[in-house]
């Protein structure tokens, strides 16, 4: 295990929230797009530690700028999560929520992310937006039930998921000001 936790390559997302014109919260997704890695996935703004990166705080505030456009002084840190390894892939990744003040219009890296995505929290509450499907991924030998969030046509899942879903209840009982 020691050897597994050292070939582990550190990385960061930003959860980025904030109100909407209606004061429903709102959280902040980005579709990857289908050429690079985890295409077409619905994921946090984020990405691998750069050695520039002092910290994986750092890293996911760096990638959010990146990413969607966000500028810094428009991200105020609320809390580094429960850090989410990724064995498949081999990261280990270290979550931050964040306010943000969002830009008028998201600005985001072309080659990286396909949409960004504004969804309200009270929409992944609801009961129909949590689902699960058995699933045959290439890196697994048997199919895996997958536990999933519906964001419109998509599916969150993954890391994202084992992320945002110990996180809801939390936000929905008002634990941060947001």
């Given at each position: 295990?020691?050897?597994?936790?050292?070939?582990?390559?550190?990385?960061?997302?930003?959860?980025?929230?904030?109100?909407?014109?209606?004061?429903?919260?709102?959280?902040?997704?980005?579709?990857?797009?289908?050429?690079?890695?985890?295409?077409?996935?619905?994921?946090?703004?984020?990405?691998?530690?750069?050695?520039?990166?002092?910290?994986?705080?750092?890293?996911?505030?760096?990638?959010?700028?990146?990413?969607?456009?966000?500028?810094?002084?428009?991200?105020?840190?609320?809390?580094?999560?429960?850090?989410?390894?990724?064995?498949?892939?081999?990261?280990?990744?270290?979550?931050?929520?964040?306010?943000i003040t969002p830009p008028r219009h998201w600005s985001?890296?072309?080659?990286?992310?396909?949409?960004?995505?504004?969804?309200?929290?009270?929409?992944?509450?609801?009961?129909?937006?949590?689902?699960?499907?058995?699933?045959?991924?290439?890196?697994?030998?048997?199919?895996?039930?997958?536990?999933?969030?519906?964001?419109?046509?998509?599916?969150?899942?993954?890391?994202?998921?084992?992320?945002?879903?110990?996180?809801?209840?939390?936000?929905?009982?008002?634990?941060?000001?947001?």
């Amino acid at each position: 295990m020691a050897d597994a936790r050292q070939r582990m390559r550190d990385a960061a997302v930003l959860v980025p929230l904030f109100r909407g014109a209606d004061g429903g919260l709102r959280l902040v997704l980005v579709r990857r797009t289908e050429g690079g890695p985890h295409a077409g996935q619905i994921a946090f703004p984020g990405g691998s530690r750069d050695r520039s990166d002092r910290t994986t705080r750092d890293t996911a505030v760096r990638e959010a700028c990146e990413e969607i456009g966000l500028a810094p002084e428009a991200i105020e840190i609320l809390e580094r999560l429960p850090v989410v390894e990724v064995r498949v892939s081999g990261f280990r990744v270290t979550p931050y929520l964040a306010r943000i003040t969002p830009p008028r219009h998201w600005s985001r890296d072309e080659r990286e992310i396909a949409e960004v995505l504004e969804v309200r929290v009270g929409d992944l509450l609801h009961p129909d937006a949590h689902g699960e499907s058995l699933e045959r991924l290439p890196a697994l030998r048997e199919p895996q039930r997958i536990a999933y969030y519906r964001v419109g046509s998509y599916r969150l899942w993954g890391a994202s998921y084992r992320i945002l879903h110990p996180l809801l209840p939390r936000l929905a009982a008002g634990e941060w000001n947001v």
